[in-house]
């Protein structure tokens, strides 16, 4: 198993621009979700799953859309970037709500 | 005030010395994580645990949900623990709480 797998690592984008962060497991986990991690501030989430087709708002969803067609990917989508956005993106996923949650290695992403 | 709240935030150690870190909530949880971040690096689970305690090589975790406490012991302290440490607990509303981390520096 890969577990969780993030992509890019990387990412430098201009104010306006849009991009979609991907996200996949091969765990057949049903419960996907994306934090953004910025100093000081601990990890806060955007947006999660509990299944395919099923998608919530988390602390902080403005500017990030998601989607879930099939349960192994969860891609996090930035329409308009602005230099807010500028932080380090992390997708987890958990086979129930509840229990133990796997990360991807992480997205760092600069909006200048 | 944080609903999840770590002490101490940041932790200087030598090297072979017992280290502990402290997680305490205020809000209920089914359980919690702690996790690992090494700098420039991911987020690895270390435990998750709902009652009593639990052991992998040095490292321990013990929590006590009605006090709404949980700690994490490393035991002959290395290098290579040098990480940040965080808590999240799982609360009720189907979403982990994150504290803010414990950074965790072992000088040999």
């Known amino acids: 198993n890969a577990g969780v797998t993030q992509t890019p690592k990387f990412q430098v984008l201009k104010t306006g621009q849009s991009m979609t962060l991907q996200c996949a497991q091969d765990m057949n986990h049903e419960y996907m979700s994306w934090y953004r991690q910025d100093p000081g501030m601990g990890l806060r989430l955007i947006h999660y799953s509990v299944g395919a087709g099923i998608t919530d708002q988390g602390e902080v969803p403005n500017g990030y859309n998601v989607s879930r067609s099939t349960t192994e990917d969860f891609p996090l989508r930035l329409l308009s970037a602005a230099p807010s956005q500028t932080s380090v993106y992390f997708c987890a996923s958990s086979y129930t709500v509840r229990g133990e949650a796997f990360f991807g290695q992480g997205t760092r992403l600069t909006v200048v | 005030k944080n609903e999840v709240e770590q002490s101490p935030q940041n932790l200087t150690a030598q090297e072979g010395e017992f280290i502990t870190i402290n997680c305490s909530y205020s809000?209920?949880?089914?359980?919690l994580h702690w996790l690992q971040q090494h700098p420039g690096g991911g987020i690895v689970s270390l435990f998750m645990?709902?009652?009593g305690k639990k052991k992998h090589g040095r490292l321990i975790a013990t929590i006590n949900i009605q006090e709404k406490h949980s700690s994490l012991h490393i035991t002959a302290s290395h290098p290579r623990d040098s990480a940040v440490y965080i808590c999240a607990g799982w609360g009720y509303t189907d979403k982990l709480i994150f504290g803010t981390g414990t950074r965790l520096q072992v000088f040999p």
């Open positions: 809000v209920g949880i089914s359980a």
């Open positions: 645990l709902s009652s």
